[in-house]
């Protein structure tokens, strides 16, 4: 348990670059407001890597020693190459942890993982976010009240297309009327996936306490075990007489 | 699949008689609100219990020839005997299905069947419920929107300390900020049970449309199947060379 | 309830082309063996397609106009276009049901829903399957005792690398010292997916009561509900002030 | 991550007494067997409980005071005070962590928090059980290999009447012709449940490396965490305007 867990945060970079709104905001980058208070953590070792870096910033091994890879994404989702597409899912299902934010519901990765079209609702009103917690002996509700909000936020709303989840640990209400599973988990392969919904970038989602926590919880808890291997064939045992 | 299914429509009966606001709304009683529509399907056989009856309506065989039970109680879930509750509990097991309404949420057939608490926050504020079908495939959604929606309601609001429902099909969204999975699906033994949360003994709430076509999705939904029984041992395969 | 359900029995088509010991088993076609008892039951309309049709046989409005597609294939999974999967992935969570057979587990419409490997463990040695009952309570177990056998099968083995089933209606245990969940259910998007491991080529499983029994009721259990379209943004609610 | 986590194993502890068989192979009893690995794990407090003990070993604080019960019982369930138990069953609901062991599928703990009869088949023949990993990636799967066994076992066959587990870690293969869900997982309220199907008395079973091996992921699995509490009420958000 005391192992150190090898994060590797992923960010499209280019809201940041290209809309002063969001600079005004996030001026490093959301990889690295989601960065910083992981790095304050003992046992975790964090890096970031963004779409316009070669391969992605995944290559040359990153993707091979992360633990638990973060994804943010958003208007470049086709920009991402196929190939590194499916090593993101292959590596998932050989146990990698996946924490998939916000507008990286479209993501390839996740789309690929979930198998659906991860379409759903959405609204940029500012409107006030009201996540309660469903599941309160969940790992990632760890450390959280019955409930925390965000006074402004993007919306989005049910029908959220994805296979039911295997834990919904968190469901937003919207001042505007709507509902969402805001907290999801999933596990594909060896891999554990959890879905956050915060974080539009025009908003400091990411500076507050309670979303540092969950990303930080949800880290522990995709982190990947020490179960057996996914290879077959390895060792079988012994045919019984038939 | 052309077989009648014999469904019955329990109710406490006491805030109707009790209570002139309820009188004024369901003045028949909730289980004849309920039962009414229900006899206009075909197919169906519908007959009422209440709390006050001998057995509470359930002796000299109903529960026995029950296929579909329908619970609604609020105020005297304790006057309910023991071992009645305890002969729900086994119907259930060997394959009845069960609808919980509303407060019936701490009745004690479904704690029984929960296992769990079955507490949830609520409020009386008369105000607006939307529920959101988060499961469109869900035969219980048949024939519905995207959403439906109640003027006035009490709200109920998670935590609901229930088991992670099989299947959540609605989640409601309340005017005053809180959010509840208010269509829950589970199976226990061989049995079906549903859970739906609307239906509030002071609005007219079981006399609206989309509400009633959610009872009536809900009894084609946990109406017993014709799988192997319950009863283990008496035919078992040959013993394998061990 | 009383209207047609449309149903393609899809198949690969080579092995009993190729193979004197399958076209012994199978002279018509596994897609013959498998529709000709659904083509007795009231209420179904039965088509079949095959690979080597053009668009795979399924262009045309074929499935657009299939409620329930099942599928058997084995040796030419890459054969089958990337387009038509996708047309099949999309119909399927646009609510169409689909029947997945014994080695259809690697095929591409079910590799793209799952968004997992597919892989299990597997021997060919001619050896006794026995199924057990473990949700008796499951439509796709109505008419079945607690177990049922096959002489000699195929073993498939676990770990099958899918996502945890939403239900497991079947268990497997193999001769030769092997367990696979043999009858799984998932819901993706608005539609309902199902495999059944039995069927391999050389032996007549399809022929065998109990089989024909399971996929008759995976028929009923698949084919699409009446709920919401899974389109946004078509009706929406009023915006709450906020 | 690094606190102490309170064990409490809890054994019947007749057969011990009763039967020679039995106590020649677990002299000091069950609880010591299963207590005696865990004793020996740094960040685990154990101490042992029992039936004969002034109420069950429970009282004065304990029952307040273990994170994690392990629980062993057979043939004297009924003798478990219904007082007790149910407050065993509270203590979960608030998040401690309870693993059931082998007969103590039908301990009143367990009973009454699943809701079900529990009931299963089941043979003594001393056969072979094989137990394959399903889910690879579970944290009680930690060290293990794809598979391993018992060379004598009692049988415990499906139908196991259990609500359908959040995730089933194991499946036993037995050679006399049976299959069974031999790592179940639930949650109920804000606690962790494990169920462990091997371990007969007349078997060393508890002193098996992989057997000891789960028990010790288990604890660490089921071990609460500090979501928020369950109590209602105490913290509410301002009621927005409705």
Redesign the interface.
């Known amino acids: 348990?005391s192992r150190t867990i090898r994060i590797t945060v992923w960010n499209e970079y280019r809201h940041e670059k290209n809309d002063a709104a969001v600079a005004a905001v996030y001026p490093a980058g959301i990889h690295e407001a989601v960065a910083e208070p992981l790095r304050r953590e003992p046992g975790f070792a964090v890096r970031t890597a963004t779409l316009d870096e070669p391969e992605h910033g995944l290559g040359g091994g990153v993707l091979e020693s992360t633990d638990v890879l973060i994804w943010w994404g958003h208007q470049a989702h086709e920009e991402v190459s196929d190939a590194i597409a499916a090593r993101v899912?292959q590596r998932v299902?050989q146990?990698m942890g996946l924490v998939v934010l916000h507008s990286g519901h479209l993501s390839k990765p996740f789309t690929?993982?979930?198998?659906?079209?991860c379409?759903?609702?959405w609204?940029e009103?500012g409107?006030?976010e009201?996540l309660?917690?469903?599941?309160?002996?969940?790992?990632i509700?760890?450390?959280?009240?019955?409930?925390f909000?965000m006074p402004h936020e993007e919306m989005y709303?049910?029908?959220?297309?994805v296979?039911?989840p295997?834990?919904?640990v968190f469901?937003?209400?919207?001042?505007?009327?709507?509902?969402f599973?805001s907290g999801c988990c999933?596990?594909?392969?060896?891999?554990?996936i959890f879905y956050f919904r915060p974080g539009h970038e025009t908003y400091p989602t990411y500076k507050q306490r309670e979303v540092q926590a969950v990303i930080r919880n949800a880290v522990?808890w995709t982190a990947?075990?020490?179960?057996?291997?996914?290879k077959?064939?390895d060792?079988?045992?012994?045919?019984?007489?038939?």
Chains 1, 2, 3, 4 share one sequence.
């Open positions: 348990m899912q299902l146990g690929r993982l979930m198998g659906t079209s379409l759903l609702r609204r009103a409107e006030k009201r309660w917690v469903v599941e309160p002996g969940h790992p509700a760890d450390g959280l009240g019955a409930w909000e709303g049910e029908r959220f297309d296979p039911a295997e834990a919904v469901i937003s209400w919207f001042a505007g009327g709507n509902v599973r999933w596990t594909r392969g060896k891999g554990r522990l990947p075990g020490s179960g057996p291997e996914m077959l064939g060792r079988e045992p012994p045919l019984e007489k038939i």
